[in-house]
């Protein structure tokens, strides 16, 4: 299966910590993506990461992409309780049916 | 700018009936993309419609099935009802029959009993 898997599963911080996911995949990319979803509601774009990048910023967030290890990291700065949310990454598989797989994300927690 | 809209927000089946599940894309996006989410679990791609036709398919039976009008909303129907099709239902829509930078709608709740 192409699905990523996050890692860790919950992630519990206090407001002002950094808070560090990550992802890992199975076969080629062209890009990867990060979502936040707030308790089972819609998904929220954050991130895209090209296969020839290897670290992008936006705001608080940080994403590194090592295609060598086909992983990558989503960094929150300075988490705020509002960043309470499941956060999941997403690949399109390049080598398969070219459909966009999601993981099974990361439950984040910040605490007040 | 209206963002993606579904509806309804939540339903109520039995096993065995049909539903119909609705989305509007984004103004300007062209493409919608339809996911299944079991709690506690990462969305499943079902299938992507642009230009009226289903164009990727994910591994769904053919109980799923879904249709694109000419003004790019969507629907979703779901034949045959069993009790493992209760999940979230998202709807996603995108610009240029594209698997990126996706906005979702609210998703529709979907409970068989």
Redesign the interface.
């Known amino acids: 299966s192409q ?1 990523g898997e996050e890692d860790p599963q919950a992630l519990s911080i206090q407001e002002g910590e950094n808070a560090t996911m990550n992802c890992s995949y199975k076969t080629s990319i062209n ?1 990867l ?1 990060w ?1 936040r979803q707030n308790s ?6 954050l991130i ?1 990461i090209r296969s020839n990048e290897r670290e992008k910023h936006s705001g608080r967030l940080r994403v590194t992409l090592d295609t060598s290890k086909k992983s990558s990291s989503l960094l929150i700065t300075a988490s705020r309780a509002a960043d309470t949310a499941s956060y ?1 990454c ?1 690949t ?1 598989d390049q080598t398969g ?9 990361t439950r984040l927690t910040v605490i007040p | 700018d209206a963002g993606v809209t579904q509806s309804p927000t939540h339903l109520i089946k039995t096993r065995g009936q049909q539903v119909t599940l609705r989305c509007s894309p984004k103004s300007g996006h062209d493409t919608v993309s339809w996911y299944q989410q079991a709690l506690g679990q990462g969305p499943q791609f079902i299938f992507q419609y642009y230009e009226e036709e289903e164009r990727q398919r994910g591994n769904f039976p053919d109980r799923f099935s879904g249709h694109q009008f000419p003004n790019y909303s969507s629907e979703l129907n779901v034949n045959a009802l069993l009790l493992g099709d209760s999940a979230l239902y998202l709807c996603a829509s995108s610009r240029g029959y594209s698997h990126e930078k996706l906005f979702f709608g609210s998703g529709t709740q979907l409970s068989v009993l």
């Open positions: 699905q890009n993506q979502y089972g509601r819609g998904l929220v774009h895209l999941f997403a399109v049916a070219n459909n966009l797989f999601f993981g099974t994300g």
